[in-house]
C-alpha cells in the first residue's frame, strides 16, 4: 500500500501548491493569473476524473485509496485520507463546480491575485474535507475554509457585505466547535484515544455520549447544511457572495454539511440516530415548507434562490432519515443534483446582475427580450430546480419520498405526514420560482434593461456543462447512482443493524414514559415497534 | 523576650500601611514611599523569623540584605522615571496621568 | 566541604548559558564605552550572536544528567532549559526588531541592549531558580530592567507614564509577592530552597493552616501581575500602548514565559499540600483572564492595545494546561508558549514595521494596506490569524494540543469556555485582516495613501526583515510540522523530576 502513488494528498496538494505560487506569477492585469487559475482548475479535475477511473473499483463499498501518516502521534492525529461512493461524487462535484466557478470569474478585475489564489486554496480545502478518514483532520479542514470564504464575500461581494461575512464565519466557526467537542468525547472514551473514523465507528458508546455527540455534529452540521433554526446565516451569504463565491459555498460547501450528516451522524453513531431519525424528518419538512415560504416573500434575486437552496435541503435530511439504501441514496443524489443546479442558478443570477448592477426583482423586468439564451437557461434550470421529471431534481427527490414511503422503520401516520408536508413544499416551489421567471424576463422592461446583451459564449459554455449532467442524470440516474449505490445500501443496512437493538431499549424508555404528551408528540415519530407499543399500551 | 507574634503583626501593620498609603497617595513620590514601607514589613518579617527559627543560618537575614539592596536600585529606576516625567509634564500627581487608557 | 566537593555541589557548569549572556553584555558595555555611538549597530548584532551562542549552548545541555546546582539553589532541567530558551529567543528577535526602531527615535541603541540582555539574565535565571533568595533576585533583575526598557523613550510622556504606572504596579506586586515568601520561609521553619519548603510545611503541619494560604494568594498575586491575569492585568494595556513596540513584544513573550516558568515551579514544588486551592485559583483566573481579554479586545482601536489584550488572552489559554495539572497539560503550555512565540513576535514585527513608515498605530489606519505592502499586509494576516487558531497555521495546533489535553484531564467546562472565547478571539483578529485586505482604494486611509515605497536597504532594516520572516515562516510551518516541537514539549516536562513528582502525586490522589 505504502509504495503506491498517494494519490488522494495529490489531489489535495496540487491546486493548494499551485495557489502558492500565485504571488511569484509575472503579471500587470490579472490576465495570466486567470488563465493560470483555471488551467490549474482544469488540470485538477482531469487529476481527479483520471484517478477515480482508474485507481477506484466502483464495486467496492468500502473505503479505498486509504492513506495514512502518522502526523503527530502526541495527539493521535493522522494525515488519514480514503475515499468511497460517499466521498468520491461529491469530490468530483467539487472539482467541476469549482473550476467552473474560476471560469465564471473570468470579470474578477479587483485583487485578482488573491482571488484565484483563495480560489485554489478552496478547491484543494473543499476536496480536504470530503476525503478526511480523521476526525481531528477533518475539524482542521473544515476550519481550514473559514477564512478563505470570508474574504471571497468581503471583498468581492454586493452592498452588505461585511455584515454577510461576519455573519458567516461567526455562525461556521462557533458551530465548529461542536465538532471538536463531540470529536474529543468520542476520541477519549474508552481505552483507547483514537480520531480515525473508522475505529471510532467500531466503538461501543453509551447510549447517552451517542446521543450527546450526535447532537454536537448535528448542530455544527445543521449550519452548514443548513437545517431550519440556524440557517440564517445562509441568505445573507449566498445573497451577498460575488457569483462565482455563490456558486461555490451553493454548489459545495452546504454539501459538506449533508456529507458530514451521513459520515459521521448516521454511520458512526447509528444508535443515536435512531433516536434522532424522526426528529431529522421532521426538521427536513420544516426546511422544505420554510424555505419555500420565506423564498417567496424575497424581492433579491440571489436571496431567492438561497432560501430555495434552504428547502432543497430539506429533502436531504428526510432521505437521511429514511433507514432504506434508497432513501440514501436520493439523499446523495438530491446533493449531487442541487450542487449543479444551485451553481448554474446562481451564476445566471451573476450573469444577470452584471447587466443590471442590480438583484431585486422589482427593478427587472422584460429581459426575455434582450437576452433570450439567458432566459432560455435560467428557464430550463428552474425547471430543473423544481424538479420536473426528466431533471435530477426529479429523481432525487422522487427517490427519496420512495425511500421513506418504503421504509417500514416509521408508521404510516408519520410517513403520510412527512410526505403529505414536504409535497405542499414541492407545490409551493414552482409557484416561487415561475413568478421568479416572470418578474426577471417578462413584463414591462425596465430602463436599465435596454442595455442588456444576451449571454456570451463563455457564459453559455458554463451553463451548458452545468445544465448537461443535470439533464443526463435526470434522463438516465444510473450514470450517477452507479457510483455510489454499493455505499449507500451498506450505510443503509448498517443503520438498520443498529435498528433492532435500540428499538428494544428504547421500548423499556416508552415503557415508563406513557404520559399522554409522549404518545402524542413523538408516537408516530417513532419507530414502529415502539409504536406498536404504545398503541396497545393506549387502548 | 518578647514573642514571634508580637514581631509579625508589627510587620503585617506596616504593610497594611503600606497598602493604604500606595491605595491613598496621589503623588508619585509617596507611592514609591508607600512600597519602601511595604518591603520594610518584608524585612522585618524575614528578620524576625530568622532570629525565632533559623537562628543557626540566619538565611532570613541574609535574604534581608538582597530585599535592602534591590529596593534601593528599585528605587533609584523609580525616582528616575518619576523625574523624567517630571521634566515632560511638570507634575507628579497620579491624577494628571491619563494619556493611558481605553 | 573540600574544593572538589564544593565544585561537584556547586556544579556551575549549568548556568553557561547565562554566562555567555553575561559576557555579551559586558562586552556591549565596554565596546560601547570605548567606541561610543558609531559602532552601536554592530554591538547588536554582536549581542544575537551572544545570544544565538547561548541558545547552543542550552541545546547542550538537554538532558543534562545533573540539573540541580548552587547548593539546590538553581536546576537546570529540560523544563528550565525549554523556558531559557524561549526567553533567549526572544530576547534575539526583538533585538533584531529594535535596532531600526531606536536609532529613529534617536535614542542610544547599546545601553537599549544592554537593558535588554539584563531582563534576558533576569528572565532565564528566573526560569529555572529552585531557591527564594534567588528567585526574588532575578525576578527583579527582569522586572527592573523593564521598567527601564519601558521609558526608554524618555522625551515621550507616554513611555514616561507607562515606566511610572508600571513602576509602581510592578514594585507593590513584587512587594506583595515578598511577603508572601517570607511568611513561606517561616512557615517551613527556616527554609528557602523549594523542596526544603514543601517538607519544611509538611513537617510542621499536618492540615493547612491560615498562614500558608495567606502565603499562597500572596505569592499567586505576585505571579499573576507578571503573567498579566485577570484581574492582576490593569497595567498591561497601558504598559503595552505607552512603551517602545519592540519592549512590548519582550515583555508579551519573554517576560510572560519566564512569569509561568516561575508559576510552574513555584506553585508545584513549594505548594504540594494546597495544590487544589491553588488549582481553583489558576482556573478563575483563567477563566477570567479568558474573558475578558477576549471581549475588551474586541472594543479596541489601538492595535498595541489590542494585542495587550489578546495576550492576555492567551495567557488565559496557557493557564488551563497549567491548572489540569497532568503530564500533557504542562506539556501543551510549553508548546503552546513556543508557538505564541512566533506568532506574537511576527505580530509585533509587523507592528513596528508598519508603525517605523507611517508614525502610527490605530487599527483604522491600517486599511488598504495591501495595496501598497503585501508582503506586510500577508506577514500580519497569517501572525494574527494563527494567534485566532486558524487553521493550518501554528497557533491552531497549539490551541489543540491544550483542547485535548484539557478534556483528556475533564476539565470539559474550561475547554468549551475556551472554545467559545477563542471564536470570540476570531473575530477581532479578523477585523485587522479585513482592515488591510478588503478596503477598496478609495477607502485607504491617509497614513497608507502617503505609505512610502519598501527599501530593505535602509541601515536596521534587514534585521527587521529578517525578524518578519521568521515570525511569517516559523507561524505557518510550526503547525504542520509540529512534530519536533511536541516531542521537544513532551521529554521537557516527562524529563522533569519536580513535575513527574507532581503528576504523580496527583495520580495517587485520584
Redesign the interface.
Known amino acids: 500500500m505504502i509504495s503506491e502513488f498517494p494519490w488522494l494528498t495529490a489531489i489535495i496538494a496540487f491546486p493548494i501548491v499551485a495557489a502558492l505560487a500565485i504571488p511569484a506569477i509575472p503579471d500587470t492585469n490579472g490576465k495570466t493569473v486567470r488563465l493560470y487559475a483555471l488551467g490549474i482548475g482544469i488540470l485538477e479535475l482531469g487529476l481527479i476524473i483520471y484517478t477515480f477511473a482508474t485507481q477506484y473499483d466502483f464495486n467496492n463499498p468500502n473505503l479505498q485509496l486509504v492513506e495514512r501518516y502518522s502526523w503527530i502521534p502526541q495527539l493521535g492525529l493522522n494525515w488519514s485520507l480514503g475515499t468511497d461512493g460517499l466521498s468520491m461524487p461529491l469530490v468530483v462535484l467539487t472539482g467541476f463546480v469549482t473550476t467552473l466557478a474560476i471560469f465564471a470569474a473570468w470579470n474578477i478585475t479587483i485583487k485578482p491575485r488573491l482571488f484565484y489564489g483563495l480560489m485554489l486554496l478552496m478547491y484543494g480545502a473543499q476536496i480536504s474535507v470530503f476525503l478526511a478518514q480523521d476526525l481531528l483532520m477533518f475539524f482542521m479542514l473544515w476550519e481550514l475554509e473559514l477564512v478563505p470564504v470570508y474574504l471571497l464575500i468581503s471583498i468581492w461581494g454586493g452592498g452588505q457585505r461585511f455584515y454577510a461575512a461576519t455573519k458567516f464565519i461567526l455562525y461556521t466557526a462557533l458551530a465548529s466547535i461542536f465538532i471538536l467537542l463531540s470529536a474529543l468525547g468520542l476520541a477519549f472514551y474508552g481505552d483507547t484515544v483514537t480520531f480515525d473514523i473508522a475505529e471510532l465507528g467500531l466503538k461501543e458508546y453509551p447510549i447517552g455520549l451517542e446521543l450527546l455527540a450526535y447532537a454536537g455534529f448535528l448542530i455544527a452540521f445543521g449550519v452548514k447544511l443548513p437545517i431550519f433554526p440556524f440557517h440564517t446565516w445562509l441568505p445573507d451569504a449566498h445573497g451577498e457572495a460575488p457569483a462565482p463565491g455563490s456558486m461555490i459555498l451553493a454548489g459545495v460547501l452546504l454539501k459538506m454539511g449533508g456529507y458530514a450528516l451521513i459520515r459521521f451522524n448516521a454511520e458512526m453513531l447509528p444508535h443515536a440516530h435512531v433516536y434522532f431519525a424522526p426528529v431529522l424528518a421532521i426538521l427536513g419538512v420544516v426546511n422544505i415548507i420554510y424555505g419555500a415560504l420565506a423564498a417567496f416573500s424575497q424581492d433579491n434575486l440571489k436571496r431567492r434562490l438561497a432560501y430555495s437552496s434552504i428547502s432543497h435541503m430539506g429533502f436531504v435530511l428526510i432521505g437521511i432519515s429514511s433507514f432504506t439504501a434508497l432513501g440514501i441514496n436520493g439523499a446523495m443524489l438530491q446533493m449531487i443534483s442541487h450542487g449543479g443546479i444551485a451553481a448554474v442558478l446562481f451564476f445566471l443570477a451573476g450573469v444577470i446582475y452584471e447587466r443590471t448592477h442590480t438583484l431585486s426583482m422589482d427593478k427587472m423586468g422584460g429581459m426575455a427580450k434582450s437576452m433570450p439564451s439567458t432566459f432560455a437557461l435560467f428557464t430550463f434550470a428552474s425547471m430543473a430546480s423544481l424538479a420536473l421529471p426528466g431533471m435530477s431534481g426529479f429523481v432525487s427527490e422522487l427517490s427519496i419520498f420512495l425511500g421513506l414511503t418504503t421504509s417500514d422503520v416509521y408508521d404510516s401516520g408519520f410517513k403520510t405526514l412527512v410526505i403529505f408536508l414536504s409535497a405542499v413544499g414541492l407545490l409551493i416551489t414552482p409557484i416561487y420560482l415561475l413568478s421568479m421567471l416572470r418578474r426577471v424576463f417578462f413584463g414591462k422592461l425596465e430602463s436599465n434593461g435596454e442595455i442588456c446583451w444576451d449571454a456570451k459564449p463563455r457564459e453559455l459554455a458554463i451553463a451548458f456543462s452545468l445544465l448537461i449532467p443535470i439533464i443526463g442524470i435526470g434522463l438516465y440516474p444510473k450514470l450517477a447512482t452507479q457510483t455510489y449505490d454499493i455505499t449507500t445500501a451498506a450505510v443503509a443496512a448498517h443503520l438498520r443493524e443498529a435498528l433492532p437493538t435500540a428499538v428494544a431499549e428504547r421500548k423499556d424508555t416508552s415503557l415508563y414514559a406513557q404520559s399522554i404528551e409522549w404518545k402524542s408528540q413523538t408516537a408516530n415519530a417513532s419507530p414502529v415497534i415502539s409504536s406498536k407499543l404504545v398503541g396497545i399500551a393506549n387502548r | 523576650m518578647l514573642q514571634l507574634q508580637y514581631f509579625l503583626i508589627l510587620a503585617a501593620a506596616l504593610f497594611c500601611i503600606g497598602i493604604y498609603g500606595l491605595v491613598t497617595s496621589r503623588n508619585a513620590v509617596r507611592v514609591l514611599m508607600s512600597i519602601e514601607l511595604m518591603l520594610n514589613a518584608v524585612n522585618l518579617n524575614l528578620m524576625s523569623f530568622s532570629n525565632y527559627i533559623d537562628s543557626t543560618e540566619i538565611k532570613g537575614q541574609v535574604f534581608t540584605i538582597f530585599v535592602i539592596a534591590i529596593a534601593a536600585a528599585e528605587a533609584a529606576v523609580g525616582l528616575a522615571i518619576v523625574l523624567s516625567i517630571y521634566r515632560n509634564r511638570d507634575t507628579v500627581d497620579m491624577e494628571q496621568f491619563n494619556l493611558l487608557k481605553w | 566541604m573540600d574544593f572538589n566537593n564544593l565544585v561537584t555541589q556547586l556544579n556551575a557548569g549549568t548556568i553557561l548559558p547565562e554566562g555567555i549572556v553575561l559576557i555579551t553584555l559586558l562586552g556591549i558595555l565596554v565596546g560601547d564605552l570605548i567606541f561610543g555611538r558609531s559602532i552601536a549597530r554592530n554591538l547588536s548584532y554582536f549581542a544575537v550572536g551572544g545570544l544565538v551562542c547561548s541558545l547552543v549552548a542550552l541545546i547542550l545541555q538537554w538532558d543534562n544528567p545533573q540539573p540541580v546546582s548552587f547548593i539546590g539553589a538553581y536546576s537546570s532541567d529540560p523544563l528550565s532549559v525549554v523556558f531559557r530558551a524561549i526567553v533567549v529567543l526572544s530576547a534575539a528577535v526583538t533585538i533584531l526588531m529594535s535596532i531600526s526602531y531606536v536609532e529613529q527615535t534617536g535614542t542610544a541603541l547599546a545601553e537599549f541592549v544592554a537593558i535588554l540582555l539584563t531582563a534576558t539574565l533576569g528572565g532565564m535565571f528566573l526560569s529555572g531558580s529552585t531557591e527564594?533568595?534567588m528567585i526574588?533576585?532575578s525576578l527583579?533583575t527582569l522586572s527592573?530592567s523593564s521598567?527601564?526598557m519601558t521609558?526608554y523613550m524618555?522625551?515621550?510622556?507616554?513611555s514616561?507614564?507607562?515606566?511610572?504606572?508600571y513602576?509602581?504596579i510592578g514594585?507593590?506586586s513584587s512587594?506583595?509577592f515578598?511577603?508572601g515568601i517570607?511568611?513561606l520561609?517561616?512557615l517551613s521553619?527556616?527554609?528557602?530552597t523549594l523542596e526544603a519548603i514543601a517538607r519544611g510545611i509538611a513537617g510542621a503541619s499536618g492540615s493547612l493552616s491560615l498562614g500558608l494560604v495567606v502565603s499562597l494568594v500572596f505569592t499567586i498575586a505576585g505571579i499573576a501581575f507578571k503573567i498579566s491575569a485577570v484581574p492582576f492585568h490593569q497595567w498591561t494595556?497601558?504598559v503595552y500602548?505607552?512603551s517602545p513596540t519592540p519592549v512590548v513584544a519582550f515583555l508579551s513573550v519573554g517576560s510572560k514565559a519566564a512569569g509561568f516558568a516561575l508559576a510552574i515551579r513555584l506553585l508545584v514544588t513549594a505548594f504540594p499540600q494546597v495544590i487544589e486551592q491553588w488549582h481553583f485559583v489558576f482556573t478563575a483566573l483563567a477563566i477570567l483572564s479568558m474573558v475578558l481579554g477576549n471581549v475588551?479586545a474586541l472594543?479596541?482601536t489601538s492595535m498595541k492595545?489590542m494585542l495587550g489584550y489578546s495576550s492576555i488572552a492567551q495567557a488565559g489559554f496557557v493557564m488551563i494546561g497549567m491548572v489540569i495539572g497532568t503530564e500533557?497539560g504542562y506539556?501543551s503550555m510549553v508548546f503552546y508558549l513556543f508557538v505564541y512565540l512566533f506568532m506574537n513576535l511576527g505580530a509585533f514585527a509587523c507592528v513596528i514595521l508598519f508603525t517605523l513608515r507611517t508614525g502610527t498605530d490605530r487599527i483604522s489606519d491600517y486599511s488598504g494596506l495591501?495595496q501598497k505592502d503585501?508582503f506586510l499586509t500577508l506577514s500580519l494576516s497569517i501572525c494574527l490569524?494563527s494567534l485566532g487558531g486558524?487553521?493550518?497555521l501554528a497557533g491552531?495546533?497549539g490551541k489543540?494540543?491544550i483542547?485535548?489535553a484539557g478534556?483528556?484531564a475533564g476539565a470539559y467546562g474550561l475547554?468549551?469556555l475556551a472554545?467559545?472565547t477563542s471564536?470570540v478571539s476570531?473575530?477581532y483578529y479578523?477585523r485587522v485582516?479585513?482592515m488591510m485586505?478588503?478596503k477598496?482604494p478609495n477607502e485607504m486611509s491617509d497614513v497608507v495613501k502617503n505609505y512610502p515605497a519598501t527599501n530593505w536597504n535602509l541601515p536596521g532594516m534587514r534585521s527587521l526583515q529578517v525578524a518578519t520572516l521568521a515570525g511569517l515562516i516559523a507561524t505557518s510551518l510550526a503547525g504542520i510540522l509540529?512534530?519536533p516541537l511536541?516531542?521537544i514539549a513532551?521529554d521537557s516536562v516527562s524529563n522533569t523530576p519536580m513535575l513527574q513528582a507532581s503528576v504523580q502525586r496527583q495520580v495517587a490522589v485520584k
Open positions: 527564594l533568595v526574588f533576585v527583579e527592573i521598567y527601564l521609558g524618555k522625551r515621550d510622556p507616554r514616561n507614564e507607562a515606566a511610572l504606572k513602576l509602581l514594585a507593590s512587594a506583595v515578598l511577603y517570607s511568611l520561609y517561616g521553619g527556616g527554609e528557602t494595556p497601558d500602548e505607552g475588551v472594543a479596541q492595545r500533557t506539556a495591501y503585501p490569524l486558524i487553521p493550518p491552531f495546533f489543540i494540543y483542547f485535548w478534556w483528556k475547554v468549551l472554545l467559545v471564536v476570531i473575530y479578523l485582516v479585513k485586505v478588503v477598496e509540529s512534530n511536541f516531542t513532551n
